[in-house]
């Protein structure tokens, strides 16, 4: 079964500091694997997007994220946090051709000062 | 280059109702998907509308519907509505890969719809 897990519901972390959101999907084929975020009220944005290549990938506002195969996750990164990142942060996962992209549960953030 | 545009915003109707949501995708896409989020969850797929035909559905009952015109914009429609039909209702517009790509989504800022 097609599937996304992100394991933590909300995070807090504190302004300047690290973070890692973390991700596992189970997929039958090869994915392309996305994050996007999405602030109180408002659509989601996508943040960067995986297919093949470098297992690193950078995307917008700061953010990275790593594919490692052989975990079967794809966990986001930023180096440090600033207090605009606050927001509810989704792994998706879909097939080449655009077609149904499944999205996780989401993983709220919050930034404390 | 305006981006993906949903309308309403928001919606009040009542059990049993039909509503009509609408959404115009982003500048030089062609294909639109419809999802539902409710407070708290991940959106879920309802279905993806290219070349005016549904091509894609999720598991969502008949009383959700769509549309798509030769323009590309696209309908939701959902009849004999049901409390749990409250949620947030996103639509998300792509360029169609062609079975090679996937250029992820634009999402517009969905309509909120509640049921009372």
């Known amino acids: 079964a097609q599937s996304v897990t992100q394991p933590d519901i909300h995070i807090t972390v504190s302004e300047g500091a690290s973070l890692e959101l973390r991700c596992n999907y189970s997929?039958?084929?090869?994915?392309?694997l996305f994050w996007y975020v999405q602030s109180p009220g408002q659509g989601l944005q996508l943040l960067l997007k995986y297919f093949s290549g470098d297992t690193l990938v950078q995307g917008i506002k700061g953010f990275e994220a790593e594919f490692k195969r052989s975990q079967s996750s794809f966990n986001l990164r930023k180096p440090s946090v600033h207090w605009s990142d606050a927001a509810e942060y989704f792994c998706a996962v879909g097939p080449p051709g655009g077609f149904k992209t499944i999205f996780g549960a989401g993983t709220r953030l919050f930034v404390k000062a | 280059d305006a981006g993906v545009t949903q309308s309403p915003t928001h919606l009040i109707k009542t059990r049993g109702q039909q509503v009509t949501l609408r959404c115009s995708p982003k500048s030089g896409h062609d294909t639109v998907s419809w999802y539902q989020q409710a407070l708290g969850q991940g959106p879920q797929f309802i279905f993806q509308y290219y070349e005016e035909e549904e091509r894609q559905r999720g598991n969502f009952p008949d009383r959700f519907s769509g549309h798509q015109f030769p323009n590309y914009s696209s309908e939701l429609n959902v009849n004999a509505l049901l409390l749990g039909d409250s949620a947030l209702y996103l639509c998300a517009s792509s360029l169609d890969g062609s079975g090679r790509r996937n250029y992820g989504y634009t999402f517009g800022s969905g309509t909120r719809l509640t049921v009372v």
């Open positions: 997929y039958g084929a090869t994915p392309y």
